[in-house]
């Protein structure tokens, strides 16, 4: 699809390279995640501001900023590019092993490595052509609205009371145990509800403003404070901080045991009766009828039941 403004037509990698850069405001950062030459985006650009006949993107003292008319022509840009993919998609059938469609998916990085180990196995065998953006959520990343807007596919996560605006399906379930060193003083003899409250705990950072983790939520549902020395930015981090410590990191059985085989950890149960963590898949209406997401959920799904199998 095309439109023509003089010589020069806005085609849809325009409107593409149009939305990332309004979103990233950045040439490289745009060209990373299109898989392009900077200078390829610059093009892109240039040929932008001629067609539209604005500059689009101003530098100032914090960055580049998108000028007004940018920013109200962005909301119609998005809305063409989702009606190009519905229009493509639409009653028709997609072949993932010829498909060159780029998906994203937004995660924290407490996922099981078994998971996503599962999950880009899959992917390479059934789409070779195709491409997998594997984004983590971070404490001010908005996913409900990069889902809305398209930035994403889907996001997965274990929300204690998951958004009831978007579709979603569970993933996998996942038993809570607390990983230790593997000559940590409680490593033989287990771990009692009153070591847990005493020992030195490292705790994630949160991943969501808006979200409280299962394990914090059923902490102060039960009175129990437990004395949080090393807060850890990254959840993969945590287990390599373990080592030649008295420390206790509470988190999923499949993460824990993927460490053991890493570094010399532990495995303990916990002394507290946490539910299961569930991960879900969650995902926008804009593209619940389209045949190549339905087909990413399906692989989701099926690679979540695997590694349950397999455990």
Same mark, same amino acid.
């Given at each position: ?10 085609? *849809? ?30 093009? !892109?650009?240039?040929?932008?501001? #001629? ?10 003292? =914090? =960055?580049?900023?998108? *000028? ?22 639409? /009653? ?19 996922? !099981?490595?078994?998971?996503? $180990? !599962? ?18 959520? /971070? ?19 274990? &929300? ?20 230790? $060193? ?28 808006? #979200?409280? =983790? ?10 129990? #404070? ?23 990191? *509470? ?8 460490? *053991? ?7 303990? %149960?916990?002394?507290? %009766? ?8 969650? &995902? ?9 997401? #339905? &087909? ?9 039941? /695997?590694?349950? $199998?397999?455990?």
């Amino acid at each position: 699809m095309s439109t023509r403004r003089g010589s020069e037509t806005l085609d *849809t990698y325009l409107l593409k390279v149009f939305s990332i850069l309004m979103t990233e405001r950045s040439v490289s950062r745009t060209a990373l995640k299109l898989n392009q030459s900077q200078p390829a985006i610059s093009v !892109a650009l240039k040929n932008l501001r #001629q067609i539209l006949q604005d500059p689009l993107l101003v530098r100032e003292k =914090g =960055g580049m900023v998108p *000028t007004d008319r940018a920013l109200a022509i962005l909301e119609h840009a998005r809305t063409a590019l989702s009606s190009i993919d519905s229009m493509l998609e639409a /009653g028709g059938v997609f072949e993932p092993g010829s498909s060159r469609q780029v998906f994203r998916i937004g995660s924290p990085d407490y996922l !099981a490595p078994a998971f996503a $180990a !599962a999950v880009v196995a899959r992917f390479r065998r059934e789409a070779p052509q195709a491409r997998l953006v594997l984004h983590s959520l /971070g404490p001010d990343f908005d996913f409900e609205h990069s889902l809305a807007e398209g930035e994403l596919d889907v996001v997965i996560g274990n &929300w204690p009371e998951p958004p009831d605006r978007m579709h979603l399906s569970v993933l996998l379930e996942d038993e809570i145990v607390c990983l230790v $060193a593997a000559d940590h003083p409680l490593a033989r003899r287990g771990m009692t509800l009153e070591d847990y409250r005493r020992v030195p705990h490292v705790v994630p950072t949160p991943y969501s403003i808006t #979200q409280r =983790g299962m394990i914090d939520t059923v902490l102060t549902s039960l009175r129990i #404070q437990r004395e949080e020395f090393i807060e850890a930015q990254s959840f993969m981090l945590a287990p390599y901080l373990l080592p030649g410590t008295d420390l206790v990191f *509470t988190t999923t059985r499949h993460f824990a045991r993927y460490y *053991t085989e890493l570094l010399p950890l532990t495995v303990l %149960e916990s002394p507290i %009766e946490f539910p299961p963590m569930r991960f879900y898949q969650l &995902w926008h209406a804009r593209n619940h009828h389209a045949p190549s997401h #339905q &087909w990413l959920r399906h692989l989701l799904g099926d690679c979540g039941r /695997g590694v349950l $199998a397999r455990g």
